[in-house]
């Protein structure tokens, strides 16, 4: 059993930056991938990053890259994900996940079997 814990969420105006952390509990090392999703009260939950965590590998949606970067420190057992030049419509309630199982599509919500409780990101002037 894997626990995620985010932090670093807040208020910023446009333009500013964020870092959100995520640490695990077990041996994220691990596990196939991790990744970021995001979610607006009454929309569904949308990946936006994923790092492979064997190969170090990224990927992102279109509507961040560019402006957001995630990584992991597996001496810590924590990801990031630094969101730089942030919007408006970068305001939502960010998680992290993880899943163990090999070729899952890791941006795909009902891929991954670990959550946290989200912390929440608020982009206004």
């Known amino acids: 059993q894997v626990q995620l814990v985010e932090s670093g969420g807040g208020s910023v105006q446009p333009g500013g930056s964020l870092r959100l952390s995520c640490a695990a509990s077990g041996n994220i090392g691990s596990s196939y991938c991790m990744a970021w999703f995001r979610q607006v009260l009454g929309k569904e939950r949308e990946g936006v990053a994923l790092i492979d965590t064997r190969r170090g590998s990224t990927f992102y949606v279109d509507s961040v890259k560019g402006r957001f970067t995630i990584s992991l420190d597996y001496s810590k057992n924590t990801l990031y994900l630094q969101m730089n030049n942030l919007k408006p419509e970068d305001t939502a309630m960010y998680y992290c996940?993880?899943?163990?199982?090999?070729?899952?599509?890791?941006?795909?919500?009902?891929?991954?079997?670990?959550w946290g409780h989200g912390t929440q990101v608020t982009v206004s002037s």
């Open positions: 996940a993880t899943t163990w199982k090999t070729n899952s599509d890791c941006l795909a919500r009902n891929e991954l079997d670990y």
